[in-house]
Nanobody, 126 residues
Framework: QVQLVESGGGLVQVGGSLTLSCTNS????????MGWFRQAPGKEREFVAS????????LYADSVKGRFTISRDSSKNTVYLHLNSLKSEDTAVYYC???????????????????WGQGTQVTVSS
């Protein structure tokens, strides 16, 4: 059973940093591709970053490339999203997602993901 739980969101100033975590207490995540998506108020959910089951390669949305980093620690059964140089437009609810198949590749398509967390709020203030 895959039940994802995100944490690490909060209020941060423009230019600041946060690290989001995603873990699953029911089963290992280390053989699944993982992704992060976000949804701002009044907008569609959008892709942020994804990582292959093995840890590489990774995919990023153009809007976060060079500022955000996705990583995974199999020993902790956790996937991270490191957010740096935050902008006000990064304000959103951030969701962690897992692909259903094992040994899966990174993907930017939300339809490729079956398991979703409840989301964690990131608010960037100017």
């Amino acid at each position: 059973q895959v039940q994802l739980v995100e944490s690490g969101g909060g209020l941060v100033q423009v230019g600041g940093s946060l690290t989001l975590s995603c873990t699953n207490s029911e089963a290992p995540l280390n053989r699944r591709a993982m992704g992060w998506f976000r949804q701002a108020p009044g907008k569609e959910r959008e892709f942020v970053a994804s990582v292959r089951w093995s840890g590489a390669p990774t995919l990023y949305a153009d809007s976060v490339k060079g500022r955000f980093t996705i990583s995974r620690d199999s020993s902790k059964n956790t996937v991270y999203l490191h957010l740096n140089s935050l902008k006000s437009e990064d304000t959103a609810v951030y969701y962690c997602a897992a692909r259903p198949g094992l040994y899966s590749t990174a993907s930017s398509a939300s339809g490729d993901y079956t398991y979703w967390g409840q989301g964690t709020q990131v608010t960037v203030s100017s």
